[in-house]
């Protein structure tokens, strides 16, 4: 190989939970857009393609239940991936995606780096948006997935609960939904896609390995960590297959566009969504 | 003396006479004259032939500008078409026929006076009608004591024609939905009134913490591009250089960094 050296950084399972995550939220986002603005030419179009308003609610249910069983197979995974015996090291090192103090001090370095007062941070394996990219997810996922949940069975859960606090559940279940779909479609984006060095698209949740000389760069404690524990000869890869690369670009193009497009029609609709 | 007062006395009531008649005197050519509303006229060609349309004989049906009933009342809170209610309209709600005495009722729409009653998931969503849920005439008030609406058999007689099963607890669900931030919403509803702040605020934090970081990360990145372009022309080396000089250094102690990584690649 006369490319760059790449090391790896996301395994199999790692990469299928994302892909996982892309499809089915996109599947959530346009059968919910639809149905939310279904007042609209707009919303009637959109849910016409899945079959009608009924049509679309069954997908939404249907692929929201999905979800839900991939998020508790995810947290299975999790856990079978903490070391147990030395928890405290497994759950607080740095390899580990929970947040530490050091990611309070990355931020704060990276702000003064925004003004000019200082260097870029050098970060691990993490970053601090990483983080939080990940944990808005693990948050995002449980509310909208019992709220969800509670709502496709109102019958029953209003034996359990009064019967107003579906309103109330209405409005978490859609807010958090516009939420998630402003994030990704904003931030997440931009920080994949639009970065400087990543800009086509950042490929390494697809091809699982990032170049040694890039994340030098950024991520230079990890490289040093990675050395000092002698796994860095082990980490590198090849890289990806020039055919698998076209699948992913088009497949992340298509996520893309569909992102783009629901971003736009929210705010073009913007006075047809009701909160409630 | 005395006629010059009774005089005076005459004149004066005769003034107050005609001023009072003046008050008082129904305004008899307006009421009979021929408008379909109180702003436009009939053009001259209907009121020389006499001949008019259906819809013009109808008293007050046509509008002066078109548009929604909801945008009329925006600008003006009182429009031709409001229906002067004597009733208040929370008094309304124990009434049998909630309706009673609202001028020209059996030419009106719901949606022209319920704007945003009408405008709800279950008639969007669920393509009902007004009165499937509220039946027929007469429609009784809400807390009329007979009425189906009633909060105390709302459930079996209204929402289980749907629901199968829907219990009293199923029926506090609100139907029509309200406006979640209102102060009056605070008073009333304050769960789903915190709620909406909570959410609110979250979501604007959101945005506007990562959009603002996202924001300045991407454009100082750029900056730092054009920069690293323009570099090799003016003599500006120095300046920039041992910026990105600190960071490597501690990493360059460490063994070689090459031949290491190109090992298992034979």
Same mark, same amino acid.
């Given at each position: 190989?006369?490319?760059p ?105 990276k702000?003064?780096w925004f003004?000019g007062?200082?260097p870029p941070p050098?970060f691990?394996?993490?970053t601090?948006w990483e983080? /939080?990219? =990940?944990? *808005?997810?693990?948050? $995002? %996922?449980? @509310? &909208? ?7 496709? #069975? ?32 904003i931030i997440h984006f931009t920080i994949g896609h639009l970065r400087r060095g990543m800009f086509p698209m950042n490929e390494c ?5 990032v170049e040694?000389e890039k994340e030098r760069e950024e991520k230079p ?29 088009? /497949?992340? =193009?298509? *996520?893309l566009?569909? $992102? %783009?497009? @629901? &971003? ?7 006075? #047809?969504?009701?909160?409630? | ?209 990562f959009g603002l970081h996202t924001l300045i990360w991407v454009g100082k990145e750029s900056y730092h591009a054009i920069r690293e372009k323009m570099k ?8 920039i250089?041992?910026e990105p000089?600190?960071e ?19």
């Open positions: 190989m006369n490319g050296v790449r090391i790896v950084r996301f395994n199999v399972l790692d990469r299928l939970f994302h892909v996982f995550i892309m499809v089915t939220f996109l599947i959530q986002a346009v059968t919910g857009m639809g149905r939310l603005l279904f007042s609209t030419n707009w919303g009637k179009t959109v849910v016409n393609l899945f079959g009608g308003y009924d049509g679309a609610t069954t997908v939404h249910k249907t692929v929201g239940i999905l979800m839900i069983i991939g998020f508790v197979i995810h947290i299975i995974y999790v856990l079978a991936k903490v070391e147990w015996k030395s928890w405290r090291k497994s759950l607080f090192d740095a390899d580990s995606l929970v947040p530490r103090p050091a990611d309070a001090v990355h931020f704060g370095q702000v003064r003004f007062l200082g050098a691990d394996r993490w601090y983080k /939080f990219d =990940y944990w *808005a997810v693990f948050w $995002g %996922l449980p @509310l &909208l997935g019992i709220t969800g949940l509670m709502l496709m #069975y109102p019958l029953a859960v209003s034996r359990i609960v009064p019967g107003w606090v579906l309103n109330i559940l209405v409005l978490l279940h859609r807010a958090e939904a516009l939420l998630a779909m402003l994030y990704i479609f949740m697809f091809a699982g390995s040694l404690l990890w490289i040093a960590r990675l050395r000092e524990e002698g796994k860095l000869e082990e980490a590198v890869v090849p890289g990806p297959p020039p055919w698998y690369r076209v699948v992913y670009f088009v /497949f992340g =193009y298509t *996520a566009t569909i $992102g %783009l497009y @629901l &971003l736009v029609t929210i705010i073009v609709y913007r006075n #047809y969504i009701k909160w409630h | 003396m005395d006629l010059r007062r009774l005089l005076r006395m005459a004149v004066l009531q005769a003034a107050l006479g005609l001023l009072g008649v003046l008050v008082l005197w129904p305004p008899a050519a307006p009421a009979q004259e021929e408008v379909t509303s109180p702003i436009r006229r009939y053009k001259e060609r209907e009121a020389s032939t006499g001949y008019y349309e259906d819809y013009e004989v109808k008293p007050r049906r046509a509008r002066p500008f078109v548009g929604a009933p909801e945008v009329q009342r925006r600008y003006s809170p009182v429009t031709p078409y409001r229906p002067r209610a004597a009733i208040e309209p929370q008094a309304r709600s124990y009434l049998q026929d909630s309706h009673a005495g609202i001028q020209f009722y059996e030419t009106r729409h719901c949606e022209e006076c319920h704007v945003k009653e009408a405008n709800q998931a279950h008639t969007i969503r669920g393509n009902l009608t007004c009165r499937q849920c509220h039946g027929g005439e007469p429609i009784a008030g809400i807390n009329y004591y007979y009425s189906p609406m009633n909060p105390i058999r709302r459930h079996a007689y209204v929402c289980s024609k749907c629901h199968e099963g829907a219990s009293v607890s199923f029926a506090t669900y609100e139907v029509h939905e309200r406006e979640t931030g209102a102060a009056s919403t605070r008073k009333t509803f304050p769960s789903l009134y915190y709620t909406n702040w909570f959410m609110y605020l979250l979501i604007v934090g959101t945005l506007a913490f090799p022309e003016p003599e500006s080396k120095p300046e250089e041992p000089e600190p490597p250094e501690p990493q360059e102690k460490a063994p070689p960094e090459k031949p290491e990584p190109k090992e298992p690649e034979k």
